[in-house]
């Protein structure tokens, strides 16, 4: 089992930035994918990014391509997703999760069923 540990939220006006950080421990040798999903105020849980942990490949979702980056550390096992340009519909809590699950289609990795591990969330309020 892979623990997950997120930091970095907060308030921030529109057009502003901010960092999320997702540190991994325990099991950590069994990762082979990293995400970023959110949850905002009455609504499912979305998928934001991911990164393949072998060969850093991503995925995004469009509402965030060209804003939001993810990057993975594989030494320091952390997963960060800068973002840019932030609006107040990215007003979430957001979620860093695991996937100990191989697979050589990078879009399973889309799918929150495809996470075995969950971080507490993080809130991000983006004020207008």
């Known amino acids: 089992q892979v623990q997950l540990v997120e930091s970095g939220g907060g308030l921030v006006q529109a057009g502003g930035s901010l960092r999320l950080s997702c540190v991994a421990s325990?099991?950590?040798?069994?990762?082979?994918?990293m995400g970023w999903f959110r949850q905002g105020p009455g609504k499912e849980r979305e998928f934001v990014a991911a990164?393949?942990?072998?060969?850093?490949?991503?995925r995004y979702t469009d509402s965030v391509k060209g804003r939001f980056t993810i990057s993975r550390d594989v030494v320091k096992n952390t997963v960060s997703l800068q973002m840019n340009s932030l609006k107040p519909e990215d007003t979430a809590v957001y979620y860093c999760?695991?996937?100990?699950?191989?697979?050589?289609?990078?879009?399973?990795?889309?799918?929150?069923?495809?996470?075995?591990?969950w971080g507490q969330g993080t809130q991000v309020t983006v004020s207008s």
């Open positions: 325990g099991r950590t040798s069994s990762l082979f994918a």
């Open positions: 999760a695991a996937s100990d699950r191989g697979t050589a289609y990078i879009d399973y990795y889309t799918s929150k069923n495809t996470y075995t591990s």
């Open positions: 990164e393949v942990w072998s060969s850093g490949s991503t």
